[in-house]
């Protein structure tokens, strides 16, 4: 769904959109661990519906140790195959490694950044084509549309709310970067 529809859509939609939409969608994320799950549900909306994706949130939750990189960055061949048998989960074994992977660069990057936040904001700003080239040079499963969802959904490019919205001014109040650069 285009940003801009998704603003005037979301009063149509189900609780489950709404809350995200409300409270979710835009904010900016300074905890590490939130914004690798949110990494991780946006890698796994590719190729389905983003409510399918919300109605799983709390299973991907779950199954991905509440989204802890250090123990994601640790999964072995058991803990693939638990997810690959998950039904709670989106059961697709290039995102389930993508997840491993992606913790796994996390680690390194906060070794030397002292956290992803500040790997984010070290790059900040960039245009959406130079978000995709570094995400691409970076993680795995990071194709343009994913990469500029989770940047948007964390504040970090402009889109996720327009004017009018009435949750653009409780964004603004959060201060996502976009608005600073």
Known sequence: MEPN????????LDKVHQDYHN?????????DNALFGR???EINQAGLSWTTILKKKENFFK???GFKIDKVAAYGESD????????????NKLKVNAAIHNAQVIQTLQKEFG???NWLDHYHPKTKAEWVKLFKKTFKF???EITNEFLMSTGYLPGAHVDGCHVLEKVAKEKPKWMEG
């Open 39 to 41: 990494l991780i549900l």
């Open 142 to 144: 990071t194709g343009g």
């Open 80 to 91: 693939r195959a638990r997810l690959l048998q998950d039904a709670g989960i989106i059961r």
């Open 23 to 31: 409270n979710e969608y835009g904010f900016p994320i300074h905890d």
């Open 63 to 65: 199954a991905y140790d």
């Open 5 to 12: 529809s998704y603003c005037a859509a979301v009063a149509k």
């Open 115 to 117: 956290s992803f936040e």
